[in-house]
């Protein structure tokens, strides 16, 4: 075993597990804490994930669930274990907080110290001298307090020094091993300072991918599997942990040194999209699909989620998604065209779409869905009655098609993409119906 993660949401969890799966990692994505039965379908996984929802938690929910979830990640012996946090790093004291998370992964892993990764070069995503930048729609990068994610609905990233920004959510010493040490080969040195100092978890800059010019996240991947094979790491970081550690596995054999040749799987027809994404990335990619002949239904949220309208709410958008989709006509079930007018609806709305997705599933032959939006993502594949994913084929970053694992018959072999807001192309939909 090599690996162990839990990843705050699961569209991030299936982005590490096309990190490892797509370079030769034998991975599986449980949707809960796996089964002994479970597990043994899968006997020669060498990283297991857990994908979960803390992202929309509160502080005391990560106190009353966490430890079991953590626990048995332990119980792998996994030299890493990962909880796996956007890039964006989008959290806050009261919701999602990555501090309290980092906290209980202290007192069950009891690591030397809590590496903390954040950049991901393959999102586009960077952290320099401790201060986090992000890709926005036009292409610009943008230090992430004037990135659109400044103005997430339920966690908006006001303070793009990350080490500020974790101040409000622990109380624990972060230091930091910065640009300047990871290009000089200064990193251990620093890192040791910065231990001996007092620091109980490490924040560790990365701007460019691994390669022989600039190799940052090279740097740190060599340096965290070196300390790694010392004590066992508990580590809080977004997927860019997973490609930091990639050339340092192939560095030393553990994985071959070359990538997988991708899977040409046959395009079905239709492919249904349920998307309860408030971002303007989706919405361009919602109106790009309608303009290129996919059907769009629109879902009154307002109505989904009274207990007065919301059957016929329900039964209205089914009846129309089922005889789109009989039509032979790609379909998308949408609650938002860009932000919100009044306040996000969060888990409630992914749990309504889980419903009315599993509904469809049993209904109609689809077996090919697109999940739209984090928090919509995690809550609503709860619903479906699924207990593991693993990676099929790449899509575009972040968003892999992914298989499911189901004792239901009817929904075993689905394919699945779950993407959150801000991942993709204008193209993406068409993209995951030719996957």
Not at 56 to 75: D, G, I, V, Y
Not at 113 to 132: E, K, Q, S, T
Request: hydrophobic share 45%; proline share 7%; aromatic share 6%.
């Amino acid at each position: 075993m090599l690996y162990t993660f839990y990843g705050d949401d699961f569209t991030g969890s299936t982005d590490v597990l096309e990190q490892l799966a797509s370079n030769h990692v034998p991975a599986v994505l449980f949707l809960g804490s796996p089964s002994p039965r479970h597990l043994a379908n899968f006997p020669h996984a060498q990283a297991i994930g857990i994908a979960g929802d803390s992202r929309s938690r509160s502080p005391q929910w990560m106190t009353e669930n966490l430890p079991a979830l953590f626990t048995t990640l332990k119980s792998f012996n996994a030299p890493i274990n990962h909880y796996k946090v956007c890039s964006t790093f989008d959290s806050a004291p009261h919701i999602g907080s990555i501090g309290r998370a980092m906290e209980i992964g202290k007192e069950v892993f009891a690591p030397t110290f809590i590496p903390i990764v954040v950049a991901a070069p393959h999102l586009r995503r960077y952290v320099i001298f401790g201060n986090l930048f992000a890709e926005a729609l036009n292409g610009e990068v943008l230090r992430i307090d004037l990135h659109p994610m400044a103005h997430h609905p339920v966690t908006p990233m006001r303070e793009a020094n990350l080490r500020l920004h974790l101040r409000s959510q622990t109380q624990l010493p972060i230091g930091l091993v910065d640009l300047l040490a990871l290009r000089s080969g200064a990193a251990a040195g620093t890192l040791d300072d910065q231990l001996a100092a007092g620091s109980q978890a490490i924040l560790f800059d990365g701007l460019d991918p691994h390669g022989p010019h600039q190799p940052t996240l090279t740097a740190t991947g060599d340096l965290l599997w070196q300390r790694a094979q010392q004590s066992p790491l508990f580590s809080a970081s977004s997927s860019g942990l997973t490609a930091a550690l990639i050339p340092a596995w192939r560095s030393v054999g553990l994985i071959p040194a070359t990538t997988p040749a991708p899977k040409h799987l046959q395009s079905p027809a239709p492919l249904l999209v349920v998307s309860g994404s408030c971002s303007v990335v989706t919405a361009n990619q919602i109106q790009w699909a309608l303009a290129h002949g996919f059907h769009g239904i629109a879902i009154d949220t307002a109505r989904l989620l009274d207990p007065n309208t919301a059957a016929a709410e329900r039964a209205h958008s089914l009846s129309a998604a089922s005889a789109s989709l009989a039509s032979g006509q790609s379909t998308i079930l949408y609650t938002a065209l860009g932000p919100p007018a009044g306040t996000a609806q969060g888990d409630n709305l992914g749990i309504a779409l889980g419903h009315l997705l599993r509904e469809l599933l049993l209904a109609t032959p689809t077996r090919r869905v697109l999940l739209c939006g984090g928090d919509t993502s995690s809550h609503a594949t709860q619903q479906l009655g699924l207990y593991a994913l693993t990676w099929s084929s790449r899509v575009q970053t972040g968003a892999p098609l992914c298989r499911a694992s189901s004792d239901d018959p009817t929904l075993d072999g689905l394919e699945l993409v779950l993407k959150g807001g801000q991942v993709g192309t204008a193209d993406f939909f068409h993209a995951v119906h030719l996957a």
